[in-house]
């Protein structure tokens, strides 16, 4: 399994994984080779004297063909695979609730960052809806589109302070495993890059103010 590490960690181990050249819908078969993406950064951040938040990262919602471990592509805009090599380490919301845990989670912005309050109820709960994460086929090579809609709650009486749209974009040279997974993380981390900056602005911080 891949965990963190840097990005020559990363393609040195993928590009040691036998490679994938035809798309398939396989279940069950033989065990999978299993990847995680990395968070934007991890460094600690100090954001001045600004407000403190407690922030709730519920489970992003999406329909059922990412509701999976499996990684999507597609041939076409109406059909659906997988790759029959490779998996996600959870399914592709848990993934990105963890990944918004760990990009929100350096900031000291935030008292306590997590999938669930500390005690009965956060300040802030980002909710959220999936609408991509998977590589689409484009000629020799694929797109990895991931795009996200958020909304920022306020706990004490549900009302939304922030609402945003979020996508990000790779390109892949080839439809092998080792040439899209470097492409979904480079999407990944754009993209909650985007996400992480709006969230901070959500509940009053400067992202540039972060350091």
């Given amino acids: ?91 592709v919301p848990v993934t990105l609730q963890n990944l918004l845990v760990r990009s929100f989670s350096p900031y000291d912005a935030f008292t306590h960052v997590g999938r669930a309050p500390l005690g009965t109820a956060g300040d802030f709960a980002l909710i959220s809806e999936i609408r991509d994460f998977n590589a689409e086929v484009a000629g020799k090579g694929a797109i990895v589109r991931l795009s996200v809609d958020a909304q920022l709650v306020r706990e004490m009486d549900a009302s939304v302070a922030a609402r945003g749209s979020f996508s990000a974009t790779a390109t892949a040279s080839s439809t092998r495993t080792e040439d899209l997974i470097p492409a979904f993380d480079a999407a990944g981390r754009e993209l909650l890059g985007q996400m992480t900056d709006w969230g901070l602005r959500g509940v009053g911080v400067n992202p540039a103010a972060c350091r």
């Fill in 1 to 91: 399994m891949i965990r963190q590490g840097t990005a020559a960690t990363l393609l040195a181990l993928v590009l040691a994984l036998p490679g994938c050249g035809a798309l398939s819908a396989l279940s069950g078969g033989p065990a999978l080779d299993v990847f995680e993406l990395r968070a934007p950064d991890e460094t600690p951040k100090s954001c001045g004297r600004g407000r403190r938040a407690e922030l709730v990262i519920e489970e992003p919602k999406t329909r059922g063909t990412l509701d999976t471990e499996r990684i999507m592509i597609r041939p076409n805009a109406l059909q659906t695979q997988y790759l029959p090599d490779a998996q996600w380490g959870d399914t």
